[in-house]
């Protein structure tokens, strides 16, 4: 069974490929090959359901979550592949005379390989046993459908009909989605035989089921999902027989049809399911009278017997469900075949307006009497099949002792008159008296091709009606399939029985509504069209999508900031209102009474950052809070932070200040996103979480410190005293050699920001200011910039170049001790980059290019190489990454000398953060004086 | 952690949480400043009470050194970052004349809705005012 819908997708993919240079004729007979054969194959299989056998294949797709491609052939599947492969070989075939010889080629190859693939599609899921198979085949034939429908996508209103299409039966698609999950996740199984065998029950297994009906009554159009049927009709006419009236719509009759035996007897199945279908049914039928083109008078007729066929299968009892099988069989043949008649029609007159039709009966007399034979069989007349489909759906309606069979013989008999009356309607617009004046002529007669499949589809209705007997013993095996207590059986004359009195009733009836409306001149069209609530709809929720995004995502950064804000702070209460406690360590006051005084002067320089209206003073309280923080991890027992701490703030001071030459004194006032009281009520609120969070997790330890044996390791492993910096570079390197690429990837960003701007400012300077001449003399340099020195201090220049050699040294011993005492490579590159900053500061702006011993970024990289090539070079020897050696040294005169190879690690660091200072030094401190682009808010 | 430094943390956190609230960058990277420097405590904090150096044979109850080692990183990156804004501002000033951070051009259309919000890329974006 795989391989047969695999060949659908393969003359697919060749019609699609290669279609153009096939011709006309060349791609209609690749895409029939895969219809042809299955044809051949489903008959030689016929024999051997028959006898009872149901041959499965199973071919695993994703074996862990169980999800197969799962194929079983009982009697209702075989009944279905030979619906879709029969009825999509006549159609076909009858296309090959409908398209004619002055179609565009593209056009034949969208619909031929549209068509072809929906085929396969259809296939699969009428052969699906599992209900991901199932699913994926269901999803497929939404798609073609939409290509389909949008065959003429130039045109506005079939893209409109095909979207809408796609999205109810995607949106019912998702629903089934649902729907299965929940039942095969209740059931344990995947497999349809598996569910009907073995049916999971609960609250989960109900909801799952609502969504499955959901999903069957977009595909099938049911209330109040018919809309986007009648709409499809924009697709040329075989793909109206084909998909929209004989196979594509009964995938929801035919999924309501496998579960309805298993789960009718839930309380509200009934109810629902009878209840909707009924109201299709009548709905439908009211559509089809209003309707002038003949083909939207079928859809509509389409939608009326959908809701016939779920009232059939979906009430769930066996001998209902028997006759249901031939109630589908039957409106498949006699609703393709008026499909056909009014694409012949259209074909022949080139109208399907039955206002002015009329009379083509006398041209085409055979046509009308085929016609005749389906509308009879559509409107239930003997000896018809669709007669004798519905007095056996009628038969056993009646047999049943439950209310809800009563409501649907009701509802049956309603939407019959109904369907009597549009057929009629049908049927003597198109071949009747017609109009006097405007009358559609023939224009030229339909071919043979054209004929056939109708003679050939109402030739099986009237044979279907005739031998009625011997076709139900063989449908009765697809009713069992379904339903192993169904017995199905089909009788053209019972008798005078209490069904044929109730479709005289309805025939007479019909008859009657049908002159009545003639009289007085139809059913008026509908106010409101289902199309026109479908749009208001869509666009409403198109423009309600709009006004959410407009609130949430009004395009301003610190709202979006508030809201993380907001969601840290839910954060925090929320695991204090689900029992985060202070723990049992105990909080102190205060360590000590310095920490006091320390933190009573940095708090008040905090408010002061934030409340300071000139720029340059919240900086210069931003560095006072930092070197307050840097005494407080001194007084926590942190030396190496505070070193680190009391360097890193010096240097961001100045690079800060640095900026801030360029930056407008005051802060200008630019209207806030919200008022000043909500940002404090956020900030408060942020502060507080943030406490919170400290004072829990300050106090709460349940697990022992890794410290310990960190310290226990520390001398003896990695051969260093300071535990800080062993974890630096030993124990945490590949950490620390992450971190450090940050530095570098941060430092490559400012360098090329800087760039940038220094284009868009600079237009008339061809230099780059880094690049001036080293013998340019200070005043070539001087600046009117209060902030650095703009005219050199002889003083601090003299100081610095007398500094530098020793800060050098100093920064290189610093980094070197660091393994035992606090230092290390951060905390010396950074003093390295101090000495730097002093000849910067001293020689004024932007000269630092003369101290500069090699490009930064040469230095960034080198140090970002050593650091690595530490961690390779252990690697090579044999050790992990970054795994440390020690060699002790005994040179003369020096004693004993450690060396460890996690110190070139820290050599790397150092040259890395150097790097990384001067980068940052030399490009955010070179070019004072430039004017913005625009603006210029001086 | 002792009470004064939760306290401390709190407002600083607080205090940088109101900076960044603003539009000017200046006053955001202050905010980031501020809250790096109280989280660096919280998490220093965190690690247990006050103590000794972690440094081997200089005192009897050294302070937790894992944390320390995590923040020294933190406060380098810390500086890092803080150019990087630093240099965003100063390109931001380099374009428009001030430091602000402007709302997105294509949210706030979208907002109006107007009848670009298909394609916020299209168009000159010259002629709209400037938006705040």
Same mark, same amino acid.
């Given at each position: 069974m795989g391989p047969l819908v695999l060949l659908h997708l393969a003359a697919a993919a060749v019609v699609f490929a290669a279609g153009r240079h096939l011709g006309r004729r060349g791609l209609f007979a690749v895409a029939l090959v895969a219809p042809v054969a299955t044809v051949a194959w489903a008959v030689t299989q016929v024999g051997a359901v028959l006898d009872g056998a149901t041959p499965a294949e199973r071919t695993g797709w994703v074996p862990s979550i169980d999800v197969a491609l799962s194929f079983?052939?009982?009697?209702?599947?075989?009944?279905?592949?030979?619906?879709?492969?029969?009825?999509?070989?006549?159609?076909?075939?009858?296309?090959?005379?409908?398209?004619?010889?002055?179609?565009?080629?593209?056009?034949?190859?969208?619909?031929?390989?549209?068509?072809?693939?929906?085929?396969?599609?259809?296939?699969?899921?009428?052969?699906?046993?599992?209900?991901?198979?199932?699913?994926?085949?269901?999803?497929?034939?939404?798609?073609?459908?939409?290509?389909?429908?949008?065959?003429?996508?130039?045109?506005?209103?079939?893209?409109?009909?095909?979207?809408?299409?796609?999205?109810?039966?995607?949106?019912?698609?998702?629903?089934?989605?649902?729907?299965?999950?929940?039942?095969?996740?209740?059931?344990?199984?995947?497999?349809?035989?598996?569910?009907?065998?073995?049916?999971?029950?609960?609250?989960?297994?109900?909801?799952?089921?609502?969504?499955?009906?959901?999903?069957?009554?977009?595909?099938?159009?049911?209330?109040?999902?018919?809309?986007?049927?009648?709409?499809?009709?924009?697709?040329?006419?075989?793909?109206?027989?084909?998909?929209?009236?004989?196979?594509?719509?009964?995938?929801?009759?035919?999924?309501?049809?496998?579960?309805?035996?298993?789960?009718?007897?839930?309380?509200?199945?009934?109810?629902?399911?009878?209840?909707?279908?009924?109201?299709?049914?009548?709905?439908? &039928?009211?559509?089809?009278?209003?309707?002038?083109?003949?083909?939207?008078?079928?859809?509509?007729?389409?939608?009326?017997?959908?809701?016939?066929?779920?009232?059939?299968?979906?009430?769930?009892?066996?001998?209902?469900?028997?006759?249901?099988?031939?109630?589908?069989?039957?409106?498949?043949?006699?609703?393709?075949?008026?499909?056909?008649?009014?694409?012949?029609?259209?074909?022949?007159?080139?109208?399907?307006?039955?206002?002015?039709? &009329?009379?083509?009966?006398?041209?085409?007399?055979?046509?009308?009497?085929?016609?005749?034979?389906?509308?009879?069989?559509?409107?239930?007349?003997?000896?018809?099949?669709?007669?004798?489909?519905?007095?056996?759906?009628?038969?056993?309606?009646?047999?049943?002792?439950?209310?809800?069979?009563?409501?649907?013989?009701?509802?049956?008999?309603?939407?019959?008159?109904?369907?009597?009356?549009?057929?009629?309607?049908?049927?003597?617009?198109?071949?009747?008296?017609?109009?006097?004046?405007?009358?559609?002529?023939?224009?030229?007669?339909?071919?043979?091709?054209?004929?056939?499949?109708?003679?050939?589809?109402?030739?099986?209705?009237?044979?279907?009606?005739?031998?009625?007997?011997?076709?139900?013993?063989?449908?009765?095996?697809?009713?069992?399939?379904?339903?192993?207590?169904?017995?199905?059986?089909?009788?053209?004359?019972?008798?005078?029985?209490?069904?044929?009195?109730?479709?005289?009733?309805?025939?007479?009836?019909?008859?009657?509504?049908?002159?009545?409306?003639?009289?007085?001149?139809?059913?008026?069209?509908?106010?409101?069209?289902?199309?026109?609530?479908?749009?208001?709809?869509?666009?409403?929720?198109?423009?309600?999508?709009?006004?959410?995004?407009?609130?949430?995502?009004?395009?301003?950064?610190?709202?979006?900031?508030?809201?993380?804000?907001?969601?840290?702070?839910?954060?925090?209460?929320?695991?204090?209102?689900?029992?985060?406690?202070?723990?049992?360590?105990?909080?102190?006051?205060?360590d000590n009474a310095l920490q006091v005084a320390v933190v009573a002067v940095t708090i008040g320089m905090t408010i002061g950052v934030a409340v300071a209206r000139r720029r340059f003073s919240s900086v210069l309280l931003l560095g006072g809070v930092g070197y307050g923080t840097a005494v407080l991890f001194m007084l926590h027992g942190a030396p190496d932070l505070a070193l680190t701490q009391l360097l890193v703030e010096t240097m961001s001071l100045v690079v800060f200040l640095l900026v801030l030459r360029q930056l407008p004194e005051g802060y200008a006032a630019p209207p806030e996103w919200a008022p000043r009281t909500v940002r404090i009520g956020i900030a408060v609120a942020a502060g507080l979480a943030v406490a919170g969070l400290a004072a829990v997790a300050g106090t709460t330890r349940s697990e022992a410190p890794v410290a310990d044996e960190y310290l226990a390791r520390s001398e003896p492993e990695a051969g260093g005293r300071n535990v800080v910096n062993v974890v630096l570079v030993d124990f945490r390197g590949i950490d620390t050699l992450g971190e450090i690429t940050v530095l570098a990837v941060a430092a490559i960003g400012v360098a090329n920001l800087v760039r940038a701007a220094r284009r868009d400012l600079a237009p008339d300077e061809d230099e780059d200011p880094l690049d001036a001449p080293l013998d340019d003399g200070p005043s070539a340099a001087a600046s009117d910039d209060p902030t650095v020195a703009g005219d050199r201090s002889v003083i601090f220049d003299v100081v610095g170049r007398g500094l530098f050699p020793v800060l050098l040294l100093v920064s290189i011993y610093v980094a070197l001790r660091g393994h035992n005492a606090p230092g290390g490579g951060f905390a010396g590159g950074l003093i390295a980059g101090g000495a730097f900053l002093m000849r910067f500061l001293a020689a004024g702006t932007p000269r630092l290019a003369r101290a500069r011993p090699l490009p930064t970024s040469a230095l960034v990289g080198t140090g970002l190489l050593v650091a690595a090539g530490t961690g390779a070079a252990s690697l090579a020897a044999g050790q992990d990454f970054l795994e440390s050696t020690i060699w002790k040294l005994h040179p003369p005169l020096l004693g004993e000398v450690k060396l460890v190879t996690s110190t070139v690690f820290d050599v790397g660091v150092y040259l890395l953060v150097l790097g990384v200072v001067l980068s940052v030094l030399t490009h955010l401190g070179a070019g004072p004086g430039l004017r913005p682009v625009r603006g210029g808010a001086r | 952690m002792s009470l004064v430094l939760i306290a401390l943390i709190a407002v600083l956190v607080g205090t940088g949480t109101y900076l960044m609230l603003h539009r000017t960058i200046t006053r955001i990277i202050l905010g980031v400043a501020l809250i790096g420097n109280g989280i660096n405590l919280l998490l220093v904090g965190s690690g247990g009470p006050a103590g000794d150096a972690p440094i081997i044979g200089h005192g009897s109850s050294p302070a937790d050194p894992v944390p320390q080692a995590l923040v020294l990183t933190a406060i380098v990156i810390g500086f890092a970052t803080q150019a990087f804004l630093l240099a965003l501002a100063w390109r931001n000033w380099t374009l428009d004349g001030n430091d602000e951070v402007e709302d997105d051009i294509s949210d706030r259309r979208l907002a109006r809705r107007e009848p670009d919000v298909v394609d916020p890329y299209a168009g000159d974006d010259a002629d709209l005012e400037e938006p705040r």
């Open positions: 079983r052939l009982d009697g209702f599947a075989l009944l279905m592949a030979l619906v879709v492969a029969g009825m999509g070989t006549l159609v076909l075939a009858w296309s090959v005379a409908y398209f004619g010889a002055d179609q565009p080629i593209d056009r034949l190859v969208r619909f031929a390989g549209g068509f072809v693939a929906f085929a396969g599609a259809m296939l699969g899921l009428v052969l699906a046993d599992d209900v991901w198979t199932l699913f994926v085949f269901w999803e497929a034939t939404s798609i073609t459908s939409f290509v389909l429908i949008g065959l003429d996508h130039d045109q506005p209103s079939a893209r409109a009909a095909a979207q809408r299409a796609l999205l109810i039966t995607a949106a019912g698609g998702l629903a089934l989605m649902g729907g299965l999950v929940l039942i095969s996740q209740a059931a344990g199984t995947t497999s349809l035989a598996g569910l009907a065998a073995d049916p999971p029950g609960g609250t989960v297994v109900t909801a799952g089921l609502v969504l499955v009906l959901v999903g069957a009554a977009t595909k099938s159009a049911q209330v109040p999902f018919q809309v986007w049927l009648p709409g499809a009709m924009a697709a040329p006419t075989p793909v109206s027989a084909f998909l929209h009236s004989a196979t594509m719509v009964k995938a929801g009759v035919i999924v309501v049809g496998r579960f309805a035996p298993v789960f009718a007897d839930l309380g509200w199945w009934r109810p629902v399911v009878v209840g909707v279908g009924a109201l299709t049914m009548v709905a439908g &039928g009211i559509g089809a009278l209003r309707q002038h083109d003949a083909k939207l008078l079928l859809a509509h007729g389409t939608v009326s017997q959908l809701g016939f066929m779920v009232v059939a299968f979906g009430i769930g009892h066996p001998d209902v469900t028997a006759a249901a099988v031939a109630l589908l069989v039957g409106h498949a043949l006699f609703k393709a075949a008026l499909f056909l008649t009014v694409g012949i029609v259209d074909h022949a007159t080139g109208t399907r307006d039955i206002r002015r039709l &009329g009379g083509v009966g006398r041209a085409l007399p055979g046509v009308a009497a085929l016609a005749a034979i389906a509308a009879g069989s559509m409107a239930g007349l003997p000896p018809a099949l669709g007669f004798v489909a519905k007095e056996a759906v009628l038969d056993t309606l009646l047999h049943e002792d439950d209310p809800w069979a009563l409501v649907a013989v009701v509802a049956v008999a309603l939407g019959s008159i109904l369907t009597v009356a549009y057929t009629a309607r049908l049927w003597w617009g198109l071949f009747g008296a017609g109009p006097a004046t405007e009358r559609a002529e023939v224009h030229h007669r339909p071919g043979p091709v054209l004929v056939l499949p109708v003679a050939l589809l109402t030739g099986l209705t009237l044979l279907g009606g005739l031998f009625a007997g011997p076709l139900g013993d063989r449908l009765a095996v697809a009713g069992e399939a379904l339903d192993p207590h169904a017995h199905g059986h089909l009788v053209l004359w019972a008798g005078v029985t209490a069904p044929l009195a109730i479709s005289i009733g309805i025939v007479v009836a019909g008859a009657v509504l049908h002159l009545v409306l003639r009289r007085v001149g139809g059913v008026p069209a509908a106010r409101v069209s289902g199309e026109h609530v479908f749009q208001r709809g869509f666009d409403g929720l198109l423009d309600g999508a709009r006004r959410v995004t407009a609130v949430v995502q009004n395009g301003s950064l610190p709202a979006y900031l508030a809201v993380v804000w907001l969601v840290v702070v839910a954060g925090g209460v929320g695991a204090l209102a689900t029992g985060a406690r202070i723990g049992d360590v105990g909080t102190v006051v205060a | -």
